[in-house]
């Protein structure tokens, strides 16, 4: 029998948490036909941000990619409550990234790399997906890092 999606994940030292709640007025993700889109997800560890502040000022490329993993981390717990289990994630099509930029720090796919390698780990060829690094001058809560997927469900 082949491995499932949660055990490669514990496999990798990880765990996902419980799905992050919403800080508005939204949900954590919604289907539109065979399409899951998650909220923007900020790397809320134990409901806790580990980082704040800008990247290449506050938080270092390291520590900035360990957040874009624990922001995939709280995405992939939104689309497992979304589709009832990670087994039904057909595919990532899609992975925006924002992260909070010092002045002059152009390294945003760098650091965006830390969800992306996270979901080809995890999915394996069903994990290669497009992807956006955007730099902005501010993220909610002085987060240095948000994520949002858009993966295709059966």
């Known amino acids: 029998m082949p491995e499932s999606v949660e055990d490669r994940l514990?496999?990798?030292g990880y765990e996902l948490p419980d799905v992050p709640s919403p800080a508005g007025s939204y949900v954590p993700a919604t289907r539109a036909g065979s399409l899951l889109f998650t909220?923007?997800?900020?790397p809320?560890?134990?409901?806790k941000l580990p980082y704040t502040g800008?990247?290449?000022q506050d938080v270092s490329v390291e520590d900035a990619k360990e957040a874009a993993r624990l922001c995939a981390l709280n995405a992939l717990a939104a689309i497992r409550a979304g589709a009832d289990s990670?087994?039904?994630?057909?595919?990532?099509?899609?992975?925006?990234?924002?992260?909070?930029?010092?002045?002059?720090f152009n390294g945003q796919p760098e650091v965006m790399n830390g969800?992306?390698?996270?979901?080809?780990?995890?999915?394996?060829?069903?994990?290669?997906?497009?992807?956006?690094?955007?730099g902005v001058?501010?993220?909610p809560l002085d987060a240095p890092v948000e994520v949002e997927l858009i993966v295709e469900v059966d």
Do not use: P
Request: proline letters at 0%; aromatic letters at 6%; hydrophobic letters at 45%.
């Open 44 to 47: 809320f560890r134990e409901g």
């Open 10 to 12: 514990k496999g990798l």
């Open 115 to 134: 969800a992306s390698d996270l979901l080809g780990e995890v999915f394996g060829e069903k994990g290669i997906h497009a992807r956006s690094a955007v």
């Open 137 to 139: 001058a501010e993220l």
């Open 86 to 104: 990670l087994e039904n994630v057909r595919r990532v099509v899609k992975v925006t990234g924002y992260v909070a930029s010092a002045g002059g």
């Open 54 to 56: 800008k990247v290449g």
């Open 39 to 42: 909220a923007g997800q900020l």
